[in-house]
């Protein structure tokens, strides 16, 4: 075998095991993390109190015209499944002020938990989340089981929350 095609062989050898590692690793569920903050009215909240109930997270921010858009859905789906245990939490983004999220909040007639995430700690938390609107789906054992960058399929969303043995009111 000559010398020059060992290293593409190397490559294609490292690529490959690295394709079967993450084919495997798919399957794994990642945790959310333990985070802790104040929703936008002073009150301390952390995740781990929602154990036992799936969690919608949705990162946003008062100048992002997607998230003003889904905002009718989020408010719906929060009819249709918060008695079932579906805690929504909207967390403004740190480029936000406590005023423009407030101001909105009412505008919008926001009915869920929403929180200002002032020095972008819970961002970090979920990956350094950047992009509004991002969605987290986390079920009632603490799994992530959906990443949504962009505007929410409800179809998909409502099948994932069915799944978990909700079903709309």
Known sequence: MKSST???LYAILILTTLFVLNWFNSGKQIQAPAISFSDI????????????QPVLLTFWATDCPGCIQEMPEIIKL???FSAQGLTIIAVAMAHDSPKHIKAMRAYKKLPYLITWDKKAQIAQ???NVR?????FLIDPNG???????????MGSLHKK???MGLSPA
């Open 125 to 127: 938390a979920f990956d």
């Open 41 to 52: 009215d002073g009150q301390e909240h952390n995740l781990a109190q929602y154990q036992g």
């Open 78 to 80: 929060h009819q249709e």
């Open 143 to 153: 799994g992530i089981v959906m990443r949504k960058i962009g505007g929410l399929n």
């Open 161 to 163: 929350l069915h799944g």
């Open 131 to 135: 992009v509004t609107p991002t969605h």
């Open 6 to 8: 060992r290293p593409a």
